[in-house]
């Protein structure tokens, strides 16, 4: 009898035959040897069917036949791929089969693939086992074939699966056509179209309206002038220093409304006032030094990659937009350079971590392997300083390991092997690998410390604040390539600075006028909707507190490029691919305004990621289908009324 792996592309098809020694004759769609098959999907090979395919009926798109939800659902071979399903059919009932390994991608998306495959076939008396792996290396392969778990123990996450599914068919089927039907002519004839069709989504809307309301935060924004106060205070010939103006308990304008927060003046004449209120006449101003404070700060190595990280942090540095990434991310994960890359955790796990030094024996010989300038070749070198100085051995003990903080799969990391791919990548491929292998390595690394100076100069009862920040051991920054800019002129400053007292005279202060004015919020790049669609519509830039507040987010680290390129498709948002910045269309806008009046919850990222918070609960097991199911009916029926009772 023979065992049949099934791979969700062929490219993995093609690793697995290797990595299992599976030598047979390459097929019409699989591989063949005396006791094993190796055949592929090619992404889905089955969807749901539309509703005409439920009745006739249903092809014209009329009110009366909402809400559409049907008691059983169906679905078909899609027809471009018809000619691999029947392949993959085949081999799924052959006589000769007894074991099936499901190799799809580990998730809940890879898990759908086969399961629809699975039911569509009707595959009975076979044992079917789930492999579950992190990499594409031989070692773990082999690992997840020989831990292959019997495929039963993933229902809660098929079931998973199958929700997602009939959620995003549900939503988008009958909030489009009650929309379309409703709104569309009114819209239609706004925009001088002769049709539009009002394209719903159960994250897609949601996104969408996140980045038409930060344009309208923007474009309804007023801009704020304030005053701020700043002092010159000279020590010698040779040094002077400068102090900007907060406002105090001590202070005459203490609780003023004349402020602007408490940092200036909204009003510029308020402002001149008080800076003649701090001189006497025509005597030189005098202040003098009341506090000096003095403390060292350490930063931390950052966390991790996770995949919404990664694709915040490319779009920064190489403009490079959600989509792009994944698609390097996935290449250098089927090159077997990288972990795989759809995962949300920024940590690893114990039992990874104690197998960690085989990852960094592997990068030892970055060097020898690949074509790399002289700042890449560094990378060797950290490794080896890691290795030999054991600085690995308590990694299991650090805030970068930590099993409850891991879902499907740990975070990205680099291998170790298939360094010999790493000459065939092009530049943008290997500039990524190598920003996220720098990553890896400084977590092995101790902290930047910085002295930080902070010193407090009162002129009467007005204090003006002095503070000077230098890195005075660069840690793991030298390991991520950002050592401290402009450190040395820093340093020489912070010296002088140092050599202040307490309770010095400072005389001959001039002091002026600081013109300054709000800004309106940022729009949103690829990269920071990602992270906001990541913590359920809040854009979080400072990493600590964005691991605290964690929970569901909206749509998935798989899903969420995938929802921007959909926007873009159908002309609701525009990205601008130099600087990657998000900005709604006139369309966009237009049906943003549609859905707010008509189910403005289909806008709120809360309801939206409470959603995808449900999901994971029926995949964790602790609600059932049934429960989820009965809430979302009961939502797209009350929603369905709503609008037809209010047009």
């Given at each position: 009898m023979k065992s049949l792996f099934i791979a969700e592309k062929p490219s993995v098809a093609l690793e697995i035959a290797k990595a299992l020694n599976i030598n047979g004759a390459k097929r019409n769609g699989y591989i063949e040897s005396e006791n094993a098959i190796v055949t592929w999907c090619v992404g889905h090979l089955v969807n749901m069917s539309y509703p005409e395919k439920y009745d006739s009926k249903y092809k014209k798109w009329t009110l009366k036949d909402l809400p559409f939800m049907p008691k059983i659902y169906r679905y078909e071979v899609i027809a471009n791929v018809k000619k691999q399903f029947q392949i993959v059919k085949e081999q799924l009932l052959r006589s000769d089969v007894s074991t099936i390994y499901v190799c799809t991608d580990s998730g809940r998306e890879g898990e759908y693939i086969y399961r629809l495959v699975d039911d569509m076939v009707q595959v009975k008396n076979k044992e079917k086992r789930r492999v579950w792996i992190d990499s594409q290396t031989v070692e773990e392969i082999k690992r997840g074939v020989k831990e292959a778990k019997s495929l039963s123990e993933y229902d809660n996450l098929a079931a998973a699966a199958y929700l997602r599914a009939k959620e995003d068919y549900l939503m988008g089927i009958n909030f489009s056509r009650l929309l379309t039907l409703s709104f569309g002519k009114r819209l239609s004839s706004q925009l001088g179209k002769k049709y539009v069709v009002i394209a719903v989504g159960r994250v897609m809307t949601c996104v969408l309206g996140m980045i038409v309301e930060r344009e309208l935060e923007i474009r309804n924004f007023t801009k704020t002038p304030y005053y701020k106060i700043q002092a010159t205070f000279p020590v010698n010939v040779e040094f002077q220093y400068t102090g900007e103006w907060k406002v105090t308990e001590d202070s005459k304008l203490h609780m003023s409304r004349l402020l602007f927060k408490d940092i200036g003046f909204l009003n510029k004449e308020r402002a001149l006032e008080f800076i003649d209120g701090l001189r006497d006449g025509n005597d030189?101003?005098?202040?003098?030094?009341?506090?000096?404070?003095?403390?060292?700060?350490?930063?931390?190595?950052?966390l991790l990659y996770n995949l919404a990280e990664l694709q915040n942090d490319l779009a920064k540095r190489f403009k490079l937009s959600p989509d792009e990434t994944l698609k390097i991310a996935q290449k250098l994960y089927e090159k077997k350079l990288l972990t795989y890359p759809r995962t949300d955790a920024r940590v690893i796990s114990k039992a990874v971590a104690k197998e960690i030094e085989t990852n960094l024996k592997g990068l030892q010989n970055l060097d020898k392997r690949c074509q790399l300038n002289n700042e890449e070749k560094a990378i060797s070198g950290y490794a080896n300083e890691i290795l030999k100085k054991g600085l690995f051995k308590d990694l299991e003990k650090t805030r970068y390991v930590n099993d409850k903080a891991i879902t499907d799969h740990y975070a990205i990391i680099p291998t170790g092997q298939g360094l010999e791919a790493l000459n065939r990548l092009?530049?943008?491929?290997?500039?990524?690998?190598?920003?996220?292998?720098?990553?890896?390595?400084?977590?092995?690394?101790?902290?930047?410390?910085?002295?930080?100076?902070?010193?407090?100069?009162?002129?009467?009862?007005?204090?003006?604040?002095t503070n000077s920040k230098v890195c005075i051991d660069?840690?793991?920054?030298?390991?991520?390539?950002?050592?401290?800019?402009?450190?040395?002129?820093?340093?020489?400053?912070a010296e002088l600075l140092s050599k202040l007292k307490?309770?010095?005279?400072?005389?001959?202060?001039?002091?002026?006028?600081?013109?300054?004015?709000t800004t309106p919020p940022k729009r949103y790049t690829s990269g920071s909707i990602i992270l906001a669609m990541e913590n359920a519509g809040k854009l979080i830039e400072d990493e600590e507190l964005r691991e605290q507040i964690k929970g569901s987010g909206i749509g998935t680290s798989a899903t969420r490029a995938e929802i921007l390129n959909k926007l873009q498709k159908i002309h609701y948002i525009h990205l601008n691919k130099k600087t990657q910045i998000l900005t709604p269309t006139t369309l966009g806008e237009k049906i943003y305004g549609v859905v707010k009046t008509s189910i403005p919850s289909l806008i709120k990222p809360e309801l939206t990621a409470s959603w995808e918070k449900g999901l994971s609960m029926i995949a964790r097991g602790e609600i059932t289908s049934e429960e989820y199911m009965i809430k979302l009916e009961a939502y797209i029926e009350k929603n369905v009324k709503k609008v037809l009772t209010s047009i």
């Open positions: 030189p101003v005098k202040g003098i030094i009341t506090a000096i404070n003095r403390k060292k700060e350490r930063k931390n190595p950052p092009n530049d943008e491929e290997k500039k990524v690998y190598i920003l996220i292998v720098r990553r890896f390595l400084s977590i092995f690394y101790p902290p930047a410390v910085f002295n930080q100076l902070s010193i407090t100069t009162k002129i009467k009862e007005e204090s003006f604040y660069e840690g793991y920054l030298r390991i991520i390539g950002e050592e401290a800019k402009d450190n040395d002129s820093k340093a020489e400053r307490k309770g010095q005279l400072i005389e001959n202060i001039s002091l002026e006028l600081k013109e300054s004015e």
